[in-house]
Structure formats: structure tokens, C-alpha cells
């Protein structure tokens, strides 16, 4: 077995969720690659220390700049042994009739589009290195419709099917692919946005992040096209 670190890449990175995820890899060890198009504090990189960091910003929306970005990691680090597509969106409150085009694009753009392209980016590199993780990020609500949520449901199904079928793909080429399905983050947006609601009830991101960080561990390598439930207690 390998002692070498593991070079981890997290795709939306500067977020709540991405910065735990940051947070719980560089306390395994791992060197991390964190794309994101809103830049990382100092403050956030400075408490990811030690670990190896590399932070570029970027328009995840744009395939080539993030194909540019893989290549300049991998000549960094040398090779990419995980993948976590966390970027995402949330809007809800139109019916499906009612929704625009623009709140629908948006919606696919920002939880689809952005892991199509670090697939296509990352998952050559994967093949020709004999294996690697990847981990998506859905939603526990996505696995049926829900009034309202239209096409945030359909934008984070479609992100538990690819998963699937990213999985069957790819698990004879010792890449695992699997998504986590958390309920509501307790993040300062959400509380700020549902001020009424219970944030204990909710799950935490370092929790999630934990979830994540198994499911790209080796203890997880016989998970393939997994949806996994992480609901706090809601």
C-alpha cells in the first residue's frame, strides 16, 4: 500500500459544506486541489495547515477552464485520487408551470453541469492511474418530487442517476462512485433564510463532510452507485 498522500480535488470549495470537507481531508493528511469561483479566505487556508494546498479560481460553468485546471493540478501534485462535486444551488417556491427558464438553467448549471465537467476533466486521469473516488453531492429530497421544488428536485435526481450510472461505468476501473443525500445544512444562509425553523435538527456540515470522506476512503471501496441518506434528525 501506498504511503504517498492522497491528492484530493473539492469543487466548490469556499463554501460552508466545501470548507469542512477541506477541513476534514487535511486532518488526514491528504493535499488538496479547491476550485471555486468565490475565493477562499486566508483565514480558511491558514487553518488548513498543514496540509499541501493548491486554491484556484474559476467558473466551474466553464469546461475548458476546468479541464485547464486539472492539468495544472495533476502537474502539481501528480495525480488526482478523489473527486468531490459539491457545488450546488437551491430555489424553490414556483410551480413547475410557473418557473422560469432562467431559474431552471441555473438550477441544472449549478448542481449538473458543474460535475459533468469535472468528470469529463478528471475521470481520463483516473482510468490512466489505475482508480480513484468520487462523490457527489444530491439531495434527500430529490428521490421524489416535491411541490414548489420542481426543478431543483429534477436538477439533484438527475445528480443521483449520472451517479448511478457513472457507477456502472466505472466500478470494473476500480473508481468508486457514489452521492450523499443530506437533508437541510445548518448553514448561516439557512438560518438567516428560516430563522423560525430548528438548526439542531438539521445536519452539520463537518457530519456530512465526515460521510464524504468515508465514502472516498478505502473502507468504503466495495460502495458502488450509492444514494446515501445523511438526514440529521429531520
Avoid at 501528480?78 to 424553490?92: K, Q, W, Y
Wanted: aromatic letters at 4%; hydrophobic letters at 45%.
Amino acid at each position: 500500500m501506498s504511503t504517498s498522500p492522497r491528492t484530493v480535488l473539492l469543487a466548490g470549495a469556499a463554501g460552508t459544506l466545501g470548507l469542512a470537507a477541506a477541513k476534514v481531508f487535511a486532518q488526514e493528511g491528504a493535499q488538496l486541489v479547491l476550485l471555486d469561483r468565490t475565493p477562499v479566505s486566508e483565514a480558511a487556508l491558514a487553518a488548513l495547515a498543514p496540509a499541501h494546498c493548491l486554491f484556484i479560481a474559476l467558473d466551474l460553468f466553464d469546461a475548458s477552464k476546468v479541464g485547464n485546471t486539472v492539468e495544472q493540478a495533476i502537474a502539481r501534485f501528480g495525480r488526482i485520487d478523489v473527486l468531490c462535486n459539491l457545488t450546488g444551488g437551491f430555489a424553490m417556491g414556483d410551480a413547475v408551470h410557473e418557473t422560469s427558464d432562467s431559474t431552471w438553467d441555473f438550477l441544472h448549471d449549478i448542481n449538473v453541469r458543474t460535475l459533468r465537467n469535472t468528470a469529463r476533466a478528471v475521470v481520463p486521469h483516473m482510468l490512466r492511474q489505475g482508480g480513484g473516488k468520487i462523490v457527489n453531492v444530491g439531495a434527500y429530497s430529490a428521490q421524489r418530487g416535491v411541490a414548489g421544488m420542481g426543478a431543483y428536485t429534477a436538477a439533484k435526481s438527475e445528480v443521483l442517476r449520472i451517479t448511478e450510472a457513472m457507477s456502472a461505468e466505472l466500478r470494473m476501473k476500480n473508481i468508486n462512485v457514489n452521492c450523499v443525500l443530506p437533508t437541510i445544512l445548518d448553514t448561516p444562509q439557512n438560518r438567516a433564510d428560516m430563522p423560525d425553523s430548528d438548526p439542531q435538527r438539521w445536519v452539520h456540515p463537518h457530519d456530512l463532510a465526515k460521510v464524504i470522506a468515508f465514502l472516498a476512503s478505502d473502507a468504503a471501496r466495495a460502495i458502488h452507485g450509492a444514494g446515501l441518506p445523511v438526514t440529521g434528525l429531520s
